[in-house]
């Protein structure tokens, strides 16, 4: 059974700091996508950043570029997404997503994804 286990949210203040972690068993996706979506209260889900099997090619949306990174290790089967310069906009649930299918890096369009992490909350407030 996979499993996407996301660690790491919680209440920050502006201009802080914080760094998700998922870890995912039940199989190993060192040869897929993977990424980071989330969802801000009233609003559809939306995907955030993304990881290529290697670690070499990566997308980001605009909201979050020159803030966020995204990275990966293929022999634990993590992902991680640091995210610096937090804003209040930034509050959300944040999920973990493996398989995302057809990725584009260019500007993050894709056609579906696998496997779901049931989400962890990120509240950015002073």
């Known amino acids: 059974q996979v499993q996407l286990v996301e660690s790491g949210g919680g209440l920050v203040q502006p201009g802080g700091s914080l760094r998700l972690s998922c870890a995912a068993s039940?199989?190993?996706?060192?040869?897929?996508?993977m990424g980071w979506f989330r969802q801000a209260p009233g609003k559809e889900r939306k995907i955030l950043s993304a990881?290529?099997?290697?670690?070499?090619?990566?997308y980001y949306a605009d909201s979050v570029k020159g803030r966020f990174t995204i990275s990966r290790d293929n022999a634990k089967n993590t992902v991680h997404l640091q995210m610096n310069s937090l804003k209040s906009e930034d509050t959300a649930v944040y999920y973990c997503?493996?398989?995302?299918?057809?990725?584009?890096?260019?500007?993050?369009?894709?056609?579906?994804?696998?496997?779901w992490g049931k989400g962890t909350l990120v509240t950015v407030s002073s």
């Open positions: 990881i290529s099997w290697s670690g070499e090619a990566t």
């Open positions: 997503a493996a398989d995302i299918k057809a990725l584009t890096y260019f500007d993050g369009s894709y056609s579906g994804v696998s496997y």
């Open positions: 039940g199989r190993s996706f060192s040869t897929s996508v």
